[in-house]
């Protein structure tokens, strides 16, 4: 209720202010603002929360580490030791399996985090009842002193390539790094299977990850959608940046009755490739290649809105 009077206040001293001179791209010159509204902008500052401080030369990297497949999942201990000497490891992670979970966040029931030692003494671990965001939202707010250096989602167990990165929780926790300026990489490798061989991943997942915290001119929105192909790491010929294929899944539900005689269903589906480009994610990983595909949280289709300002009628 207060925030909301603080911006009642600001919004009718904006509107009464009509001295002010606007210029494009610029907001009201500051001279010009009375003091009303001084006044309020200020009191809305003061409840904002401190920024986190960027590392100093001195401090060595931080590196946040989460994913979806719960914290005893051995694609994200396979993800910890192949990074495990490159900085200040923290790692939270969801408490159970949150596969599918996408860019869902926890409201109306508590969170809670419980330290853990799934990693080792000198690695900073807890376990999370949320879903894959709100690991990422509580460890930027609550756990670290500061903003950390990258974050990383993964292993994954499965793929999270073309479509996929739409429902995933292991990308949705590296873009919501991402929306908190984190250069962000997630990681998959396309086998369920609890024995997977991480070999692969381990070792190009350590490549990424040491270029991206020694680059001087990293974009602080990076986020990667890396996969690894099934194979061995003799067999696998390095990373290919691609582009996302399209591809979705046939979906089906499967109609079935339990034993009380009540209908249920399970979801059901094939997958589709219907992008026949070689320059896709699904075409590297099919010819034993990493793929590695820029994602963004800017969902504007920029072509569209160009196309629909010039041809839509709107006065």
Same mark, same amino acid.
């Given at each position: #209720? @207060?925030?909301?009077?603080? *911006?009642?206040?600001?919004?009718? @001293?904006? $509107?009464? =202010?009509? +001295?002010?001179?606007?210029?494009?791209?610029?907001?009201?010159? $500051?001279?010009?603002?009375?003091?009303?509204?001084?006044?309020?902008?200020?009191?809305?500052?003061?409840?904002?929360?401190?920024?986190?401080?960027?590392?100093?030369?001195?401090?060595?990297?931080?590196?946040?580490?989460?994913?979806?497949?719960?914290?005893?999942?051995?694609?994200?201990?396979?993800?910890?030791?192949?990074?495990?000497?490159?900085?200040?490891?923290?790692?939270?992670?969801?408490?159970?399996? $949150?596969?599918? &979970?996408?860019?869902?966040?926890?409201?109306?029931?508590?969170?809670? &985090?419980?330290?853990?030692?799934?990693?080792?003494?000198?690695? *900073?671990?807890?376990?999370? =009842?949320?879903?894959?965001?709100?690991?990422?939202?509580?460890?930027?707010?609550?756990?670290?002193?500061?903003?950390?250096?990258?974050?990383? +989602?993964?292993?994954?167990?499965?793929?999270?390539?073309?479509?996929?990165?739409?429902?995933?929780?292991? #990308?949705?926790?590296?873009?919501?790094?991402?929306?908190?300026?984190?250069?962000?990489?997630?990681?998959?490798?396309?086998?369920?299977?609890?024995?997977?061989?991480?070999?692969? @991943?381990?070792?190009?997942?350590?490549?990424?990850? !040491?270029?991206?915290?020694?680059?001087?001119?990293?974009?602080?929105?990076?986020?990667?959608?890396?996969?690894?192909?099934?194979?061995?790491? !003799?067999?696998?010929?390095?990373?290919?940046?691609?582009?996302?294929?399209?591809?979705?899944? !046939?979906?089906?539900?499967?109609?079935?009755?339990?034993?009380?005689?009540?209908?249920?269903?399970?979801?059901?589906?094939?997958?589709? =490739?219907?992008?026949?480009?070689?320059?896709?994610?699904?075409? @590297?990983?099919?010819?034993?290649?990493? +793929?590695?595909?820029?994602?963004?949280?800017?969902?504007?289709?920029?072509?569209?809105? *160009?196309?629909?300002?010039?041809?839509?009628?709107?006065?």
């Amino acid at each position: #209720m @207060a925030k909301a009077k603080k *911006e009642n206040i600001e919004n009718e @001293a904006l $509107q009464a =202010n009509t +001295s002010t001179q606007l210029k494009p791209g610029r907001g009201p010159e $500051q001279p010009q603002l009375n003091t009303k509204v001084k006044a309020a902008k200020e009191s809305k500052a003061a409840d904002k929360p401190a920024a986190i401080k960027p590392r100093s030369s001195k401090e060595e990297p931080i590196i946040l580490i989460t994913n979806d497949d719960g914290v005893t999942a051995p694609g994200i201990a396979a993800l910890v030791d192949s990074v495990r000497d490159l900085g200040k490891i923290v790692v939270i992670a969801p408490d159970k399996a $949150q596969s599918g &979970m996408g860019h869902a966040i926890t409201i109306g029931t508590p969170l809670r &985090m419980v330290r853990v030692n799934q990693f080792g003494d000198k690695i *900073e671990a807890y376990s999370c =009842n949320g879903t894959p965001v709100d690991c990422v939202k509580l460890a930027v707010d609550k756990i670290l002193h500061r903003k950390p250096d990258i974050c990383l +989602s993964g292993v994954n167990h499965g793929a999270n390539h073309s479509i996929n990165v739409i429902y995933s929780g292991t #990308m949705s926790a590296a873009l919501e790094a991402a929306i908190e300026s984190i250069p962000s990489v997630g990681f998959s490798l396309l086998d369920y299977s609890l024995e997977a061989d991480f070999t692969g @991943a381990k070792k190009y997942a350590r490549l990424i990850v !040491e270029q991206i915290l020694n680059s001087k001119s990293i974009d602080r929105h990076l986020c990667l959608n890396v996969n690894f192909p099934a194979i061995t790491v !003799e067999q696998l010929k390095g990373l290919k940046i691609c582009r996302q294929a399209y591809a979705k899944y !046939e979906e089906d539900f499967a109609e079935r009755t339990d034993p009380t005689g009540k209908k249920y269903y399970w979801l059901t589906g094939d997958f589709v =490739n219907f992008d026949k480009g070689r320059d896709t994610d699904v075409w @590297a990983l099919n010819h034993n290649y990493a +793929s590695v595909v820029p994602v963004q949280f800017d969902l504007t289709n920029y072509k569209l809105k *160009e196309k629909l300002e010039n041809t839509f009628k709107l006065t």
